[in-house]
C-alpha cells in the first residue's frame, strides 16, 4: 500500500480556510473590523513614510542642484600676500596664465576668473545690500542655473551693457529691465580727504532666477573689466571660480586643482561651503526613517491584537480542525496568511498613497497653500521657494521591507498560540 504523503506548506485548502476567516462577520467578534483597522494602520504608515523619504530626497535634491547650479564648484583664491604697493591682499595677479592650467586637469569644465565685492544697490529710494560678481559675458553664460531662459528676464547679449540682478533684488529695489541701478560702494577714489565712496549707475539688462532665495536676493552680475575698474582690481582677479563634470566627488579633483593652480594658491570647494547642511539632512533623514519606522510597528501591532481575537474566536473551529487532522504547521500557516495578507494589501495600498503623493505634491501643496491662506512656504527661511519630492526606488524598497517583515514577524506569534492550541482544551466546553 502506498504510502500518503502530506500535503505541501501553504496548500489550497490553508488559503481557503484562512480566507474565510478573514471575511468574518461582526457576529462572529468584528474580527473583519480589527483587519480593516490594521490594513488602514499599515496603509497610512507607509504612506508616510515614503511620502517623508520622498520630501527629504527631493529638498536635498533640490538644494545640491540649486549650490551646484549656479556657485564655484571649486573656487581657487591665493593665499595672504603683500602686493607692490606694501598692502595685504589676496588677489590673483597671474589669473589668466592660473586659469589656462587649471583648465588643463582632467575633468575640469570651465574656469572663470572673478572679481567679488560687497555694495550698496539703489532704486526708487530703496537700498539693498548685494555681493557683486564681476565675470566675463561667456562665463555667466556657462552658469546653468543662472543662464537658464525659461526662468530668466532679457538678454545675455546685452550683459556687458549694464548689470545682471538676482530676481530678489530686482522686487527689493522696484526695478525691471532698463532701469537704472546705483552701486554705492564704501571702497571707492583716494582723495586728500580720505576715501570717498564710489557711486555709479548701471542699466538693468539681465534678471535671473537661480532658484536660491538667498542667491536671488543678494547678488549681482557685472561684466569683469567693470568690475576691475569699479572695485580698483586693475589686472588682478579676486578667485577662479572652477566648475567640474562630477561635482558629487570634488575631492578626488582638490589635489590636481591645487596642484595646476600653483604655489601659494588654496582651494575651497562647494562642500567645504555647504557640508554642515548636507551632513544634518543626512543625520534627520536618519532620524526621520527610525521615527517613522516605530510608526510601521504601531500599525503592525494591530495585527496581533486581530490576529489574538481571530484565534480567540476560532477556537472551536482549531480543536475540530486539529482533530481532523490538521497539522500544528497547518494551522500556523492559516493565521500567518490572516496576518501577512493583512500586511501585503496595506503596504500595496501605502506604497501606492506614497508614489501618489510624491508625483502630485505640486497641486496638493497648492491646495494646502490656499485653504491655509497662503504663506505655508517661507523661502528666506528654507532657501528654494517651493516643496519638492524625489521619488526614489531605493526608498519605496525599503519602505516595503520594513513593513512586510515587521508584519510577518508579529503575525508568527499569534499563529504559534493557535499552533499550539490543545483541541482537547478547545472542544472540552463546547
Not at 557711486?199 to 532665495?213: C, D, L, N, S
Not at 501606492?352 to 491655509?372: H, K, T
Request: hydrophobic letters at 50%; aromatic letters at 10%; glycine letters at 10%.
Amino acid at each position: 500500500m502506498p504510502k500518503a504523503t502530506s500535503p505541501a506548506p501553504f496548500a489550497p485548502y490553508e488559503w481557503m480556510i484562512a480566507w474565510r476567516y478573514l471575511g468574518a462577520r461582526r457576529s462572529e467578534g468584528g474580527v473583519s473590523v480589527m483587519t480593516w483597522i490594521s490594513l488602514i494602520g499599515i496603509a497610512l504608515a507607509v504612506f508616510a513614510l515614503i511620502a517623508t523619504l520622498s520630501v527629504r530626497a527631493g529638498f536635498r535634491a533640490e538644494f545640491v542642484d540649486t549650490i551646484l547650479g549656479a556657485n564655484a564648484h571649486v573656487t581657487v583664491y591665493h593665499m595672504q600676500r603683500t602686493d607692490e604697493a606694501g598692502r595685504q591682499t589676496r588677489t590673483l595677479p597671474d589669473y589668466t596664465a592660473m586659469a589656462d592650467r587649471v583648465r588643463t586637469v582632467e575633468g575640469v569644465e570651465r574656469v572663470a576668473p572673478l572679481v567679488k565685492g560687497q555694495v550698496m544697490a539703489n532704486a526708487n529710494e530703496r537700498n539693498a545690500g548685494v555681493e557683486v560678481f564681476g565675470i566675463a559675458k561667456d562665463d555667466l553664460a556657462g552658469i546653468r542655473r543662472v543662464a537658464d531662459p525659461d526662468t530668466a528676464r532679457g538678454s545675455l547679449e546685452m550683459f556687458e551693457q549694464g548689470i545682471a540682478l538676482g530676481s530678489g533684488v530686482a522686487q527689493l529695489l522696484g526695478v525691471g529691465l532698463g532701469d537704472s541701478v546705483k552701486l554705492i560702494s564704501p571702497n571707492g577714489v583716494k582723495t586728500a580727504f580720505g576715501v570717498s565712496p564710489r557711486v555709479k549707475a548701471y542699466e538693468v539688462t539681465y534678471i535671473f532666477t537661480a532658484g536660491r532665495y538667498d542667491i536671488d536676493r543678494t547678488r549681482i552680475y557685472m561684466p569683469f573689466e567693470e568690475a576691475q575698474l569699479y572695485f580698483n582690481r586693475e589686472g588682478v582677479a579676486d578667485e577662479l571660480e572652477v566648475i567640474i563634470t562630477e561635482p558629487e566627488a570634488v575631492q578626488k579633483f582638490e589635489t590636481a586643482i591645487a596642484q595646476a593652480a600653483g604655489a601659494g594658491a588654496l582651494i575651497w570647494t562647494w562642500r567645504d561651503a555647504s557640508g554642515g547642511f548636507l551632513r544634518a539632512l543626512d543625520i534627520e533623514d536618519n532620524v526621520m526613517f527610525v521615527i517613522l519606522s516605530v510608526l510601521v510597528l504601531i500599525a503592525a501591532m494591530n495585527i496581533v491584537s486581530g490576529l489574538i481575537m481571530l484565534v480567540k474566536n476560532k477556537g472551536r473551529d482549531i480543536g475540530i480542525l486539529r482533530t481532523m487532522g490538521l497539522t500544528e504547521g497547518a494551522v500556523l500557516r492559516v493565521f500567518f496568511i490572516c496576518g501577512a495578507f493583512t500586511g501585503i494589501i496595506g503596504t500595496a495600498a501605502g506604497v501606492i498613497l506614497g508614489c501618489l503623493f510624491a508625483v502630485y505634491i505640486d497641486p496638493i501643496f497648492a491646495m494646502v497653500n490656499y485653504f491655509s491662506g497662503g504663506g505655508v512656504w517661507d523661502p528666506s527661511i528654507r532657501g528654494i521657494y517651493a516643496l519638492p519630492a524625489k521619488l526614489q526606488l531605493a526608498d519605496v524598497i525599503s519602505a516595503v521591507a520594513l513593513s512586510l517583515g515587521l508584519s510577518f514577524v508579529v503575525t508568527i506569534f499569534p499563529a504559534r498560540r493557535a499552533a499550539r492550541m490543545n483541541p482537547v482544551e478547545a472542544l472540552r466546553y463546547e
